[in-house]
């Protein structure tokens, strides 16, 4: 007799085949099973209703009759009949008013065994309706693109045309600081909105990367000028070996820099930024002196919106950094206290396949 | 000439000022529209400065346009935007806002090698 992969055995508390049915049936998930050639076999109540069918109309139809897009179902089926599990696959499926629903749907075959080898039985689908969610985040995204550009505008004149001004040697006394400081202030807010957007922009995401050949050491020598002159404080630069690489060059600019920033602003001097050969890694270390960060702050450094208060701000930059050495297979870790010495060692693999 | 094309008035003026004073010539428009009959009009434009976002004709439509026609094809275009997602048209580069002043004059210097006193028009 052929036997199934799985024979869950019927828990004592359910008294009846009916009671388990109408569990089934009436899930808030849509759940159905599809047959080999994609007839369904049978399906919930979530599951047709969603779509605005009835139980006749929907059971013993093909599901690419469903489906709004021919090429993801066909390449659904193919990935399940060759016994692969389907975690959360983006779908669009199309209701009885010709409306479209956007879904995830998680799948896999039950398959039995038999004299003559494996045999299809049918799918076990669950989908899962996410179109509000989609439509959320799309007017979340556009809503961020015209907060970026409302903020950036502005900015752009104050940042360019302070910049300008100073160049000229007439400026002297207190209006030339008048104007390093407006200067500067508008840099701040620059990152802080560049570290916000980006934070709203992937919620939820991983961060896109596209590494491309370069030098370690020289992103940190340009950012380590950088916020000298921004934050007039000393940063001492310690280039040990060789630390070229494959990198996303502005994403790891933007790490260096929220880390040197991090520092400078929370720690005290004597500031130093070591990057190092290590092996298949470049490792960076950023360290600072100070006040020793509080264990139960630091088990939440990384985490975003972890320290709000009226001085520190949002603190999304350590989770930026965070997310985006991830991105590229790395991992960073911070150790405070020590010689009352704070410092994040981040690890850097040096190409893809050094990536874990 | 380097063309600045952006519906914000302040920007276009900071960015005239820093260029005329750098010692280029310039000229402004305030939409892809307006950048497309200065392009046909001018003789002799090194470089466009654009914005994506604004109205009558956005960033994004006037290369697809520049891109159509041979005599405007070539002209090299910096994008200036609060994000790039480098999904159609080809740039020279791409300058986030706030543009960093640096990155602005190089890319002046790399297109625009011979610098010309001049008014903005």
């Known amino acids: ?356 | 000439m380097i063309l600045i094309v952006d519906d914000d008035a302040d920007i276009r003026e900071t960015l005239c000022e820093v260029l005329q004073d750098e010692g280029y010539s310039v000229a402004t428009a305030r939409n892809g529209r307006e950048a497309l009959d200065a392009l046909r009009q001018a003789e002799h434009v090194c470089l466009v400065l654009l914005d994506l976002m604004m109205p009558v004709m956005s960033g994004r439509e006037f290369l697809q346009r520049q891109s159509a026609e041979p005599k405007l094809a070539s002209i090299p275009v910096v994008v200036m935007s609060a994000v790039w997602d480098d999904d159609g048209g080809t740039i020279a580069a791409f300058l986030r806002k706030p543009i960093p002043l640096p990155a602005l004059l190089s890319c002046a210097e790399q297109y625009c090698v011979e610098k010309q006193r001049a008014g903005s028009t």
Request: glycine share 6%; with cysteine; charged share 30%.
């Open chain 1, 1 to 356: 007799m052929a036997r199934h992969q799985h024979a869950p055995s019927v828990p004592p508390f359910v008294r009846s085949l009916e009671h388990l049915m109408d569990f089934v049936d009436t899930a808030a998930v849509g759940l159905h099973w599809v047959a080999e050639d994609g007839t369904i076999l049978w399906a919930n109540r979530a599951d047709y209703e969603a779509l605005g069918y009835s139980a006749d109309e929907y059971i013993g139809h093909n599901i690419r009759e469903f489906h709004a897009e021919d090429e993801v179902i066909a390449d659904m089926l193919r990935r399940l009949a060759a016994g692969e599990r389907l975690q959360n696959y983006e779908a669009r499926l199309e209701c009885k008013d010709g409306s479209l629903r956007d879904v995830q749907i998680t799948s896999s075959v039950l398959f039995e065994e038999t004299p003559q080898g494996k045999r299809f039985v049918h799918t076990r689908c669950y989908t899962q309706d996410v179109t509000e969610r989609k439509r959320l985040e799309q007017a979340r995204d556009r809503f961020v693109s015209i907060l970026a550009h409302d903020l950036r505008n502005p900015l752009t004149s104050i940042s360019v045309e302070s910049e300008h001004l100073l160049k000229f040697d007439e400026l002297a006394g207190k209006h030339r600081k008048g104007l390093e400081r407006i200067h500067r202030a508008a840099s701040r807010i620059s990152r802080t909105i560049v570290d916000l957007i980006d934070f709203a922009r992937r919620l939820g995401r991983q961060v896109a990367i596209e590494p491309q050949a370069i030098d370690f050491a020289e992103v940190c020598r340009r950012i380590v000028d950088e916020m000298q002159v921004a934050a007039s404080a000393q940063i001492e630069l310690k280039v040990r070996g060789n630390v070229q690489g494959e990198w996303d060059p502005e994403r790891l600019e933007q790490a260096v820099s929220n880390l040197v920033r991090n520092a400078v602003h929370h720690g005290e001097p004597p500031f130093e930024v070591v990057v190092e050969d290590a092996g298949t890694d470049v490792l960076l270390k950023v360290s600072s002196c100070g006040p020793a960060i509080a264990p139960e702050a630091i088990n939440s450094i990384f985490e975003p919106f972890s320290h709000i208060s009226s001085t520190d701000g949002l603190r999304l930059g350590l989770f930026i950094v965070r997310e985006i050495v991830a991105a590229h297979g790395g991992s960073i870790e911070v150790t405070s206290g020590s010689g009352a010495k704070t410092v994040f060692v981040s690890r850097w693999p040096r190409s893809r396949g050094d990536r874990r």
